[in-house]
């Protein structure tokens, strides 16, 4: 399924679904971040998705992370809260989504790398090799959070 983002767009079609997310801003030893190219726009983003009925923010962060890297991860605190009206998300099938992420803090804790069926590749990136990817600007402002030093972002 495809999925293209807007940002400020008069021309973004009109939200007809609110979805609660969960990402994981994942950091090795080194600082580096965990970040994945996904399939359905080939932007890179951090692991993430919706959450689902049974679990806690922390848990489909978790679960995602699994899913689509393979790691097993550790919620260690939180980068912040992306709640920007102005965001919207279409997906090919009709959903137009407004999406309400927390983006947590984690460290992994065990499995391997793995590319899922959600991501053409799934790399470590040190704070300037992010520079230069492709990658939607809501994306970018949650990456530079997760790699800044300030306290948890509320937007």
């Given at each position: 399924m495809a999925r293209t983002e807007y940002y400020d767009?008069?021309?973004?079609?009109?939200?007809?679904?609110?979805?609660?997310?969960?990402s994981a801003a994942v950091l090795d030893e080194q600082g580096r971040l965990l970040l994945q190219r996904r399939v359905d726009n080939g932007l890179w983003a951090m692991p993430g998705g919706a959450m689902e009925m049974a679990e806690s923010l922390p848990e489909a962060a978790v679960r995602e992370v699994r899913e689509e890297t393979g790691y097993e991860i550790e919620v260690t605190g939180l980068v912040g809260t992306y709640t920007d009206a102005r965001h919207v998300i279409a997906y090919s099938d009709g959903e137009v989504r407004r999406q309400f992420n927390v983006c947590f803090r984690?460290?992994?804790?065990?499995?391997?790398l793995a590319v899922s069926d959600e991501s053409h590749e799934v790399r470590w990136f040190t704070a300037e090799d992010t520079a230069g990817l492709a990658m939607h600007h809501t994306q970018r402002?949650?990456?530079?959070?997760?790699?800044?030093?300030g306290g948890p972002y509320a937007g």
């Open positions: 767009d008069p021309a973004a079609p009109v939200p007809n679904s609110l979805v609660v997310a969960a984690a460290r992994v804790v065990g499995g391997e402002l949650r990456v530079g959070h997760a790699l800044g030093r």
